[in-house]
């Protein structure tokens, strides 16, 4: 049930690509206590991005999942912003994060929602 989208302007290679995914599949179901089964992630790069106007190394985020606490957003930006910083040398002021909270109702999966 968490979605995680990885959108940067840097351009990756296919296995930093696939390694990236990896590391974000494990760091997302530790941090929300999700088994990983659950967990998707998706990458797009080489997209064309400005941040303060600059095309500077970047990436924007988007992490959904049902029962997203608010308390543990500030636990998740510092651990995403870390990936992003080791795995494809985005600085952490260089990283926007959007976190969204979404009801079971309206999460749909195998033919149902949750």
């Given at each position: 049930m968490p979605y995680l989208m990885i959108q940067t302007n840097q351009s990756i290679d296919e296995a930093d690509g696939k390694n990236l995914l990896q590391k974000a599949s494990s760091l997302v179901a530790s941090e929300l206590g999700k088994p990983e089964s659950y967990v998707m992630v998706a990458l797009e790069d080489s997209?064309?991005?400005?941040?303060?106007?600059?095309?500077?190394?970047?990436?924007?985020?988007?992490?959904?999942?049902?029962?997203?606490?608010?308390?543990?957003?500030?636990?998740?930006?510092?651990?995403?912003?870390?990936?992003?910083?080791?795995?494809?040398?985005?600085?952490?002021?260089?990283?926007?994060?959007?976190?969204?909270?979404?009801?079971?109702?309206m999460w749909g999966w195998n033919a149902a929602t949750f």
């Amino acid at each position: 049930m968490p979605y995680l989208m990885i959108q940067t302007n840097q351009s990756i290679d296919e296995a930093d690509g696939k390694n990236l995914l990896q590391k974000a599949s494990s760091l997302v179901a530790s941090e929300l206590g999700k088994p990983e089964s659950y967990v998707m992630v998706a990458l797009e790069d080489s997209t064309p991005m400005l941040f303060a106007g600059d095309d500077a190394p970047l990436a924007y985020l988007e992490l959904k999942s049902i029962g997203l606490p608010e308390a543990k957003t500030a636990q998740l930006s510092a651990a995403l912003c870390q990936l992003m910083e080791d795995s494809i040398g985005v600085g952490k002021e260089r990283v926007y994060i959007e976190f969204a909270n979404a009801e079971r109702t309206m999460w749909g999966w195998n033919a149902a929602t949750f």
